[in-house]
């Protein structure tokens, strides 16, 4: 089975997570098939802290890929952004 997951990158109190399509065997961390984006908790000033190739994340969901809760809430969450900066 195929997962919409995040890997944790960063340093040590600096959380920076990809957001990745990845077989759900292979490690958090590990080995995934494709990065869709990013997302980065810690965002400050100009950063951007949510960067999600949005067709390429449909894709994968219509090729059954389940994304995790968290994963889940910032696919949603990046829609409503970039429907709000589209008006």
Same mark, same amino acid.
């Given at each position: 089975?195929? !997962?919409? &997951?995040?890997s &944790? @990158? @960063?340093?040590?109190?600096?959380?920076?997570?990809?957001?990745?399509?990845?077989d759900?065997?292979?490690? %958090?961390?590990g080995?995934?098939?494709?990065?869709? @984006?990013?997302?980065?908790?810690?965002?400050?000033g *100009?950063?951007?802290?949510? &960067?999600?190739d949005?067709? %390429?994340?449909?894709?994968?969901i &219509?090729? *059954?890929?389940q994304p995790?809760?968290?994963?889940?809430?910032?696919?949603?969450?990046?829609?409503?952004?970039t429907?709000? !900066?589209?008006?």
């Amino acid at each position: 089975m195929v !997962t919409i &997951r995040l890997s &944790r @990158g @960063g340093s040590k109190k600096n959380p920076f997570y990809q957001i990745v399509v990845a077989d759900i065997r292979a490690k %958090r961390d590990g080995r995934y098939i494709e990065r869709l @984006g990013f997302f980065n908790p810690n965002a400050r000033g *100009g950063e951007v802290p949510l &960067r999600i190739d949005q067709e %390429r994340a449909n894709h994968w969901i &219509r090729q *059954g890929a389940q994304p995790t809760d968290r994963a889940r809430q910032l696919l949603k969450q990046f829609a409503r952004e970039t429907a709000a !900066t589209a008006v």
